[in-house]
Nanobody, 126 residues
Framework: VQLQASGGGLVQPGGSLRLSCAAS????????MAWFRQAPGKEREFVAA????????QTADSVKGRFTISRDNAKNTVYLQMNRLKPEDTAVYYC????????????????????WGQGTLVTVSS
């Protein structure tokens, strides 16, 4: 499985970006996909996750109400719509994929995911 993330860039505070992550290489019948981010000098942290059947979405408290995760199963793609961006959202954003079922409580854990994308940089600055 390969994950290709895109959509990062420079945006002013209060602006919006939409990240995409396309998966290729095998069927995604039961996969959970997620976004994590790593700011300069900080550890990587959970942002959002979504099951293939859309039955369960999770979003970190730090971005709740501003970021929305979604997916298009026909395109094997997961999205992260980011609105009202803040300078503290500046980070490299990584998409991740889980190749088997995990319980809800594991969806926000980095070690739950089998595959990772290369990351896309989001810079929020005026």
């Amino acid at each position: 499985v390969q994950l290709q993330a895109s959509g990062g860039g420079l945006v002013q505070p209060g602006g919006s970006l939409r990240l995409s992550c396309a998966a290729s290489g095998r069927a995604l019948e039961t996969y959970t996909m997620a976004w994590f981010r790593q700011a300069p000098g900080k550890e990587r942290e959970f942002v959002a996750a979504i099951r293939r059947n859309l039955s369960n979405k999770q979003t970190a408290d730090s971005v709740k109400g501003r970021f929305t995760i979604s997916r298009d199963n026909a395109k094997n793609t997961v999205y992260l719509q980011m609105n009202r961006l803040k300078p503290e959202d500046t980070a490299v954003y990584y998409c991740a994929l889980r190749s088997s079922y995990i319980i809800s409580g594991q969806m926000s854990r980095q070690n739950s995911y089998d595959y990772w994308g290369q990351g896309t940089l989001v810079t929020v600055s005026s």
